[in-house]
């Protein structure tokens, strides 16, 4: 009996302690739940990714969205919404690679990403002040307030920064109202600095001097200079643009607000219920009012979004020329294999025109080689004529008066071997005297006939002239395997000489030289023999004095300037008269010596002044 | 040479007036018989081919050129001798000149005794010319019976040996002898003998 009741003792505890101790467990849960309502259980839940565009970093990016998602939180309990800030590399790593399910970015890199993945719109942000428009973006050119710039022609090449040439606000809606206004984009980039994010370093690299402007997306100013971090009126907007969309200044029309997402990965189901919660967000929310808005709208056209990037060559549905082309190749095969062929044919035609052109290139220099040799035998061969025949006409002319002279003075001889009276030799010796004025007509007619060419002195560069006297005798040098080197001495100076007569003594004695090599190498048959002309000119104190030392055979006669005197086959012998000649004129002198071994130097000297 | 010789003329043609005055002054003092003409075609109406004498020539000459004033006498069977005398002669001109049967060939001015030599030397020729002219005329004058009896007269055989190869009087060969020594101007038979040598 005892031992039943110690059982029933022993139950009644135990029910006693265990509805104690149930008691107790559900006063705690009851505690928990109310100390942390939102992160009750998060592990239960499932985790919803959102990325937003940090513009002014992750802070910032925090401070104004995580509200927002807060908000959402609140709204849909059934998952757990996690705040990504993103840069706009890594958003669009993060669409690409569908790490996020939910995105908030701002309209350039909507239309950017969206024309290349499966993004699907949902709501988009309305301004706050003064109309609650959706648009609300656009860049702001901002210098400071006490610099000279007003308009934004003033501002092509000076230093500018900007956010980085893929940002929307705070570059390209700038750059396509500069291509709309009609200036160089290239032209007012000049000197760009891409500063990256947080954007608010633009403006302090312009506060500090470092740039002379910087484009920053609108209402960055106001923001900054509400929140204190930059005074008010140290900085001006340059290019306003009325607009009932914004209370801050812009440099350019406004384009559609930030908008809000679905990427592939994201649930449809969660995306409706996100849209519904965002747009039923009321206005004076502080959610609302930490993003800088009015609250949300169903998502707005980006049509002229499109616009701008297609005018900046920068649209993301853009293709390459390259790949236009090649579509249009695929479809119009015939004529990509015309024209391939009209290419083959047209190079074809292109290096069988080259090679004639060589051909007759070729062709017609031989031919004009060949045409100089042949007017240098004809010009020879008149100057032989020439001579020749002055020469006949004076030797028969001069014969007569001669021939008579000798009969008369050898009859008179007779007439005075026969001792006849001084009487009769008068008469001959009168005769005689007729035939010697006769003598001297035909001499003083010869004269007249070949009067000497007028000379004309002139200062002249002699360098030049022994350049072109030895550019004019190449061909013949070439043919004969000589080679000529010329030197100076002194100062060059130009001579007061007559030009045509002196380049006519350069041409017979590099001429002679030439020949004099030529007749050496015929007659020894040298093997080693290299044919050289060395030509010196030596600016002297008073003169100067051209040297030509040639390596040929050397002087072949005694007294090598007389006139008709030649050791040439077809020589005429007036080459060195004609330079003496000219060198007395010139008051100078012309000096011909052979040298050792074998060889000639001549030497003209021109006096400066004479 | 005779001084007989020095009085056939000398023609001197050329058309340069001095040289023809002073080349006949020379020449006359020289002795010689001389005259002269400006052209070819007056000495050849002024003079009688046929004779002995000299011609001093110039070649280059306005009409008759010297060569042709020469090739004119050559088909005359003149026996007057040439001597050129050219202000402008060559080598192959002298060379034509010689064997057209020129005397010599001189270049002006020339020497007054090589040309006097000369003419003598052509004078010669020129008397031996007309003689050879003469006996060749002569020679073909005669009968043939005259040129057997002159035949064996240059064989040396005498008279009576003549007349009987040929079976004739000896008085006849005696006539033809006379005859024959008439026709060839010849005084004696050796004379004959000499000029037909020379024919032969």
Partial sequence: ?610 | MSSGEKQLPVFVIDDDESVRDSLAFMLEEHDFNVTTFADGQSFLDEVDVQQAGCIILDSRMPHLRGQQVHQILNQANSPLAVIYLTGHGDVPMAVDALQAGAVNFFQKPVKGDELARAILQGQARSATNLDMAAAKSAYESLTPREKDILRLIIEGKRNIRIADELCIAMRTVEVHRANLLKKFSAKTVAELAYIYGKLA
Avoid at chain 1, 117 to 144: D, E, F, H, K
Avoid at chain 1, 276 to 287: E, F, G, N, S, Y
Avoid at chain 1, 466 to 494: A, C, W, Y
């Fill in chain 1, 1 to 610: 009996m005892k031992k039943a009741l110690w059982l029933q003792l022993w139950i009644l505890c135990l029910v006693a302690f265990a509805s104690l101790a149930q008691g107790a467990v559900s006063e705690q849960a009851d505690l928990q739940g109310m100390q942390e309502q939102k992160a009750v259980q998060p592990e239960a839940k499932q985790k919803v990714e959102v990325g937003v565009l940090a513009i002014r970093g992750h802070l910032y990016a925090e401070q104004r969205w995580q509200p927002t998602i807060d908000w959402l939180n609140q709204q849909i309990s059934d998952v757990h919404f996690v705040l990504h800030p993103l840069n706009l590399d890594e958003m669009s790593e993060a669409v690409k690679f569908q790490t996020m399910d939910f995105i908030l970015t701002n309209p350039g890199q909507a239309v950017r990403l969206g024309r290349q993945y499966a993004l699907s719109w949902m709501a988009t942000l309305t301004s706050r002040a003064p109309q609650n428009s959706n648009y609300g973006i656009g860049s702001a050119l901002v210098v400071r307030a006490n610099s000279s710039y007003q308009t934004l022609q003033d501002v092509p090449g000076l230093p500018v920064a900007a956010v980085s040439e893929k940002a929307f606000g705070g570059y390209l809606t700038l750059r396509y109202q500069i291509v709309e206004m009609g200036l160089d984009p290239n032209d007012f980039f000049a000197d760009v600095r891409y500063l990256g994010f947080p954007i608010d370093a633009n403006l302090y690299q312009l506060r500090d001097g470092n740039v002379e402007a910087a484009v920053v997306p609108a209402c960055l100013l106001e923001q900054m200079q509400n929140e204190g971090l930059l005074q008010q009126g140290d900085f001006r907007v340059l290019n306003q643009q009325p607009n009932e969309h914004s209370s801050c200044a812009v440099s350019t029309p406004l384009y559609p607000n930030w908008s809000f997402a679905k990427t592939e990965r994201g649930a449809s189901l969660l995306a409706k219920k996100i849209a519904q919660v965002l747009l039923a967000m009321p206005p004076d929310h502080p959610a609302v009012i930490a993003a800088g808005a009015s609250g949300w709208t169903s998502p707005v056209s980006l049509l002229s979004i499109d616009k701008l990037y297609q005018a900046l060559d920068l649209h993301p549905l853009q293709q390459p020329w390259w790949s236009e082309a090649l579509r249009w190749l695929r479809s119009h095969q015939e004529w990509a294999w015309a024209l391939f062929i009209f290419v083959i044919v047209l190079n074809a035609y292109h290096f069988w025109l080259e090679y004639r052109f060589s051909k007759s290139k070729q062709a017609l220099e031989q031919t004009s080689l060949r045409l100089k040799e042949k007017s240098e035998q004809l010009e020879h061969s008149q100057r032989v004529a020439i001579v020749g025949e002055i020469g006949t006409s004076l030797a028969h002319e001069l014969n007569q008066p001669l021939a008579a002279i000798r009969n008369y003075s050898e009859g008179g001889l007779l007439r005075l071997a026969k001792k006849r009276p001084h009487e009769d030799i008068v008469p001959v010796l009168e005769k005689i005297q007729g035939q010697v004025e006769r003598a001297d007509a035909i001499i003083q007619r010869l004269r007249t006939l070949i009067r000497k060419r007028s000379v004309y002195k002139a200062p002249c560069d002699l360098q030049v002239l022994i350049d072109d006297t030895i550019e004019l005798l190449h061909f013949r040098m070439q043919k004969q395997n000589i080679s000529i080197v010329t030197s100076i001495e002194g100062n060059v100076r130009p001579v007061f000489v007559d030009a045509v007569g002196v380049q006519q003594v350069l041409v017979n004695v590099i001429s002679n030289a030439i020949d004099a090599c030529t007749l050496f190498q015929e007659k020894y048959h040298s093997s080693g023999y290299q044919g050289k002309i060395a030509l010196h000119s030596d600016y002297q104190v008073n003169q100067l004095s051209i040297r030509v030392l040639d390596n040929g055979t050397g002087l072949q006669q005694e007294n090598p300037t007389q006139a008709f005197v030649s050791s040439k086959e077809e020589g005429l012998g007036l080459g060195l008269a004609i330079c003496r000649d000219v060198m007395e004129m010139h008051g100078g002198e012309f000096l011909i010596s052979s040298t050792a071994p074998h060889g000639c130097l001549v030497e003209l000297v021109f006096p400066y002044q004479n």
